[in-house]
């Protein structure tokens, strides 16, 4: 079983920032893709950053530039450090990994969400 848990959500004004964080554990032999999603009231929930065991990044155009991901594969953590945040950056973030467990399953876990508040 694994279990992905974010924190580091809040209220900032705009023009803020905060640094999400998010750690998977539990029966992982290695995680592929760590990444983050938001959801705003209403919407569906959207791609905000993803990030490969590589390195390699990818960002929703909107956080381009605002937005930077970031991960520690040894302790299977992933950051999002967002920048010049913006009232539509209001939602709740969450985060997820893809990997394959112990026994040699493969798994998509989510966390339960953070909520990141923008003022204007």
């Known amino acids: 079983q694994v279990q992905v848990v974010e924190s580091g959500g809040g209220l900032v004004q705009a023009g803020g920032s905060l640094r999400l964080s998010c750690a998977a554990s539990?029966?992982?032999?290695?995680?592929?893709?760590m990444g983050w999603h938001r959801q705003a009231p209403g919407k569906q929930r959207d791609l905000v950053a993803t990030?490969?065991?590589?390195?390699?990044?990818d960002y929703a155009d909107s956080v381009k530039g605002r937005f930077t991901i970031s991960r520690d594969n040894a302790k299977n953590t992933v950051y999002l450090q967002m920048n010049s945040l913006k009232p539509e950056d209001t939602a709740v973030y969450y985060c997820?990994?893809?990997?394959?467990?112990?026994?040699?399953?493969?798994?998509?876990?989510w966390g339960q969400g953070t909520q990141v508040t923008v003022s204007s």
């Open positions: 997820n990994a893809i990997g394959v467990t112990t026994t040699d399953l493969g798994f998509e876990a």
């Open positions: 539990g029966s992982i032999s290695s995680i592929s893709d």
């Open positions: 990030i490969t065991s590589g390195g390699s990044t």
